[in-house]
């Protein structure tokens, strides 16, 4: 197997369209009143056709539909979808086939149906866990509905991940405690709880530009709510596979393990990335973003992908230091040499060592608690110097 697909190979799915724009979101996604899904579903397929010419005989660990909200796909979409992927690709016996939802009424009546598609993996954004905070974060559900919605998924599905978004205005940490446990005790085998992170060009990003956005915990706040985090979700058995992601033994994303351990995995939709090893150079690949433009060039031009770029070893090395890293497994030191001819610098290693930032054993490179805190540090030491 070619040092790309020894982590494995997945296929992305993105459907770009929600109900309503969350503040908070820098996705791809887009509100649309109603929506060809026939039309849509030739596109998809005929993305998926030119992707499996082109990666033929390439063992599909796992399916990942993300948005924008695929639980506004009609099922019988995703059984087209599935059915096309079954019949291009030989799949794994336990492949993985993700489908992320809205805890909405009108979703979550269609979790049976998504079921019966061929669907085995159902990851929920809740976000919060009151009323007053999903508000503000602008989701058109209730914790009611959110409640409702993950007894639905609970029965339908024998996997079922939520998010949550923490480091909220005005949240203390008491408060975070409290939510946290809650969800623990909701018996979910995989949380993924990310810190509120206010971007450019979203309508958080505009309002904190303004100075409307008040509330927002401090460094040392976020530093609190972190290590709430870790040491709740340990303790309940759910312990950090990666910074953001926490699941029980057996139950991490298999998909995100193949980015993260930088597999290949080729991208079908609007604005999807890919990243394939054909004929022994890497290449990323990139759809257009515009859902219109995306589906019309498709239709008329048989592709609505980007001219690919070739990744160079360095930045493959870099890009799978910043991606291992994130990681509570780490960075393999072989696999970084195969796939790039590049080993790390030894000066910033030793360094880092020192610092209690990372450890080095058996030929593995992790990150300790101190060292997570400070990551993108990290990661940018390691990935300056590269050696063959």
């Not at 976020?222 to 058995?237: F, K, P, R, W």
Request: aromatic share 8%; proline share 5%; with cysteine.
């Amino acid at each position: 197997m070619v040092p790309g697909n020894e982590a494995g190979f997945g296929l992305y799915i993105h459907w770009p369209f929600c109900q309503s724009k969350c503040p908070y979101c820098d996705f791809n996604s887009h509100v649309a009143g109603w929506i060809d899904q026939r039309r849509w579903l030739q596109s998809y397929l005929a993305e998926i056709d030119r992707a499996g010419q082109e990666t033929a005989g390439l063992r599909l660990r796992s399916v990942f539909f993300g948005g924008g909200t695929p639980s506004l796909m009609d099922p019988e979409t995703v059984f087209a979808i599935l059915d096309r992927i079954r019949a291009t690709w030989p799949v794994a016996n336990d492949w993985e086939v993700t489908l992320e939802a809205n805890p909405g009424s009108t979703e979550a009546g269609k979790f049976q149906a998504f079921r019966a598609a061929g669907v085995n993996r159902l990851s929920m954004g809740v976000q919060a866990l009151n009323d007053a905070d999903l508000k503000r974060l602008g989701r058109l559900h209730t914790l009611a509905d959110a409640m409702a919605a993950f007894d639905i998924a609970r029965a339908c599905f024998d996997r079922v991940s939520f998010d949550l978004i923490y480091a909220r205005q005005d949240q203390t940490p008491e408060d975070w405690a409290q939510e946290l446990s809650r969800a623990l005790d909701m018996a979910v085998d995989h949380l993924s709880l990310y810190q509120l992170t206010v971007e450019d060009g979203t309508a958080f990003g505009d309002r904190y530009a303004r100075g409307g956005l008040r509330g927002l915990p401090d460094e040392d706040q976020s530093v609190a709510l972190y290590e709430i985090t870790q040491e709740l979700c340990e303790d309940a058995g759910l312990p950090a596979y990666e910074v953001s992601n926490h699941a029980r033994d057996g139950a991490q994303s298999q998909h995100n393990l193949i980015y993260w351990r930088g597999g290949d995995y080729a991208g079908v939709g609007p604005g999807a990335h890919g990243r394939l090893t054909l004929g022994g150079h890497r290449w990323a690949t990139e759809a257009l973003r515009p859902p219109a433009a995306w589906l019309d060039a498709v239709e008329k031009r048989g592709t609505g992908e980007l001219p690919r770029d070739e990744i160079a070893p360095v930045d493959r090395a870099r890009e799978y230091i910043l991606m291992s890293l994130r990681l509570n497994e780490g960075l393999d030191l072989a696999r970084l040499q195969a796939i790039s001819g590049l080993s790390l610098p030894p000066a910033a290693v030793t360094d880092l060592c020192s610092l209690n930032l990372i450890t080095v054993d058996e030929g593995r490179v992790q990150t300790t608690r101190q060292g997570r805190m400070v990551l993108n540090a990290v990661i940018r030491r390691l990935a300056e110097g590269l050696q063959p």
